[in-house]
């Protein structure tokens, strides 16, 4: 298994991680198979959506805030019930396709590590097959 290390910034932040899962598949010789990644956190994600315009990661913001915005009447005593809540929804892994070398992600398409507790410094968990 591959690991790396990512320092966000903001409360909250859609962060592109292909180049680096790019360069792992690389390090490692993947000519042709899948990549796994997975994010060992529960206030933290990953999605794979649009990166030509920046507003769609915007856009997604501002649609998680509103179904679970930061501050609410909620159980959890840490205060970031928000954060779990969105972590949920994006989900803790997602599987890239492999072929000759390269991430096989669509034109438009970014792989996103997404932050809804930050700043922090996190860890990103890669298994090729």
């Not at 690389?26 to 042709?32: L, S, T």
């Not at 954060?83 to 890239?96: E, I, N, P, R, Y």
């Amino acid at each position: 298994m591959e690991r790396f290390s990512i320092r966000t910034r903001k409360r909250c932040e859609f962060i592109p991680i292909e180049s680096r899962l790019q360069e792992l598949a690389v390090r490692a010789g993947v000519q042709d198979g899948v990549a796994h990644v997975f994010i060992p956190h529960t206030t933290a994600g990953i999605t794979i959506n649009e990166n030509a315009d920046p507003d769609v990661v915007a856009d997604m913001d501002g649609v998680l805030d509103r179904l679970a915005p930061w501050r609410g009447n909620y159980a959890h005593a840490e205060g970031n019930t928000a954060a779990h809540v969105k972590a949920s929804l994006m989900g803790s892994s997602a599987t890239v396709l492999i072929e000759k070398g390269q991430l096989q992600l669509g034109t438009w398409q970014s792989l996103y590590f997404c932050e809804f507790d930050g700043p922090r410094e996190r860890q990103v968990w890669v298994q090729f097959g």
